[in-house]
């Protein structure tokens, strides 16, 4: 029998064939995330209890077997596909979620899913603002891996702004606590932040310490339209300079707002079909947003060709859900997407703009856009057919000159998703060999053995080179 399979025999004696499962069904299933890029692991737990998790660890640094941890697996990077085989561990079973009424925290466990968070806190008083799309299905464990973002970014930030205090084990199986649950601590190196945004190499989380403020009281919703994509960005630019901060901007492109209005065939703003759109939400106070939104219907005026106020909850709703169907409409410009969360720094939004026109050009693409104004996070879509050898050749070229540009203009190559394998071959653009070997020391440091998540991040990985499984993902867009 082979180390790993006697490595698996070994932990079934110890936490029981129930948590153990090496059934062909259950390997398969935790095989692959969004990507679709298959690697069968040899078992799959599922914890009991956080300790279960030690155990573990302890054990596949002795026999060196290569762990996953694994929330819902919805990350699109490949962040959470068994690269190397060994053991999947999948949180989703550890999930409590217990809010702290005084303090404005809550205590939840990895494996809890953050629209239950949401729900929670929600029905205290209290709100959790990081909001990613996928938020019905991903863990929070997947969130701070990640450090998640969402349509909030720019005004309440991402995941790491609500970390008060983390726990869980490290690579080589040890117990730890990284912050607790107060607002202040200073007490040593932050290895809390340095477990966020950390994919899953650095540690397993199983608990975790979140903020939380309180419900704004009122919202209010406005949809503009602009003339074209540069119009568009440098009017956010001024609306940012009058002071006026949304808890929502979001930017949706000419080809954007087409898709979107082909596949629900309605148009997004009567009157002005197939013009780029920024939809904004004002939250707070009453006051504040009444305040608030006097100065931007005075920028709407002065800078979009429309703008249309929300008149209640409902008409917002529907307003929000042409925005949630652009992603999934974008399918009939190609089968095949390198869906990119690129960021960008406000100064350089207008040479951007220029920057995709060329790109689509150049590269003979579909390239639709949309995004998070108020925080420089773009989703850029670039849409191609697979068997269309031409097609995927120029997709290659145009995804590497779009990171190339992005760093050239102060921004990051991704602001939600991560690294995982689809980011690998850009991120020696993003940092130089000292940073990427200070990374790698810390990463050799935590995990001599190097078993939690190998092959990520650091080795190159070209995702387009592999055959994708034709499965449907619930998350998948209908
Ligand atoms: C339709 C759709 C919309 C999306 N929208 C957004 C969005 O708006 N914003 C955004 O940021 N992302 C978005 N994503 C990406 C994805 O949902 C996030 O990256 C999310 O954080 C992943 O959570 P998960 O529970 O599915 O984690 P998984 O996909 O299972 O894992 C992701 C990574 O986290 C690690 N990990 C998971 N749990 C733990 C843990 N407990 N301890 C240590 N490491 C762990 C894994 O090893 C892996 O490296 C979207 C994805 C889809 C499919």
Known sequence: ??????ATKDLKRRLGARV????????????????????LPDAVIHPRKEADIGVVLALANKFRVPVTTRGRGTTLTGAAAPLRGGWVIDMLGLNKIVINEEAGMTHVQAG??????????????????????????????????????????GKYGVTRDFIVALRGFLPTGEYVEWGTATKKFSAGFNMRDLWIGSEGMLGVVTGAVLKLIPQ?????????????ETCALEAALALFRSRVQPAICEFLDRESVLCAERATQRTVFAGQA??????????????????????????????????????????????????RKCSGAMFELGDAKLNEDIVIPMRSYVKFAKFLVRLK???????????????GNLHVN??????????????????????????????????????????TPFLRIQHSPAQVRAMQAVKTALDPRGILNPGKMFEVFHVWKHEKLAVKLPWDHK
């Open 382 to 423: 670039i849409m191609y057919h697979r068997a269309n050898r031409a097609e995927t050749r120029a997709a290659e070229k145009a995804v590497q000159l779009l990171m190339e540009t992005v760093v050239a203009l102060g921004g990051a190559i991704s602001g939600e998703h991560g690294i995982g394998l689809a980011k």
């Open 20 to 39: 153990v499962r090496t059934d062909e069904a259950a390997r398969r299933a935790a095989s692959f995330d969004s990507s679709k890029i298959p690697f």
């Open 1 to 6: 029998m082979s180390s790993s399979g006697i």
């Open 112 to 153: 809890a899913k953050v629209a239950d968070i949401q729900r929670a806190a929600e029905a205290k008083g209290w709100f959790y603002p990081p909001d990613p799309s996928s938020k019905e299905y991903c863990t929070i464990g997947g969130n701070i891996a990640c450090n998640a973002g969402g349509m909030h970014g």
């Open 216 to 228: 704004p009281a009122a919202r209010w919703t406005l949809l503009t339209s602009f003339r074209d």
């Open 274 to 323: 197939g013009k780029p759109v920024i939809l904004l939400e004002l939250a707070g106070s009453k006051s504040e947003v009444r305040e608030q939104s006097k100065t931007v219907l005075a920028w709407a005026a002065a800078h979009a060709t429309a703008h249309r106020v929300a008149r209640n909850r409902d008409e917002a709703e529907q307003l929000w859900a042409v925005r």
């Open 361 to 375: 050009r150049e590269s003979g693409l579909h390239v639709p856009t949309f995004g998070h104004l108020a925080d």
